[in-house]
């Protein structure tokens, strides 16, 4: 290998990353000029359930992928995931984070 040669591998093992960050970069872009609803799951105990204003009240465990702490908290919630739910049962649950965060999926533990 003479040093030419050398020179050219050595600058093509060094552009490749700065080209792969470049990408990374315009899909991070994009991803801020629409974000996607945050979703977290967790597990908690029921409190309360209103299936007429489509409401449910947790004392949750705190949820990792949002940051949240435990807390006592009401969510929205689509009714139909409120049948055969009762206060006193320990559930686990997927969150979607927002203004008014929503229960997506409910399942008694
Ligand atoms: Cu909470």
């Keep these: 290998m003479n040093a030419l040669s050398l020179i050219i591998a050595l600058s093509l093992v060094t552009v490749s990353p700065a080209l792969a960050q470049a990408a990374g970069g315009m899909a991070g872009m994009s991803m801020d000029a629409a974000p996607a609803a945050k979703l977290g799951e ?35 919630i689509d009714p139909q995931l409120l049948q055969g739910i009762k206060p006193g049962q320990k559930v686990k649950f997927t969150v979607k984070d927002g203004e008014a965060p929503e229960v997506v999926a409910l399942a008694p533990l």
């Design 42 to 76: 967790g597990v908690g105990e029921v409190k309360a359930v209103d299936t007429k204003a489509g409401r449910i009240t947790l004392h949750h465990a705190p949820v990792a992928a949002l940051g949240w702490p435990a807390m006592t908290m009401t969510f929205r």
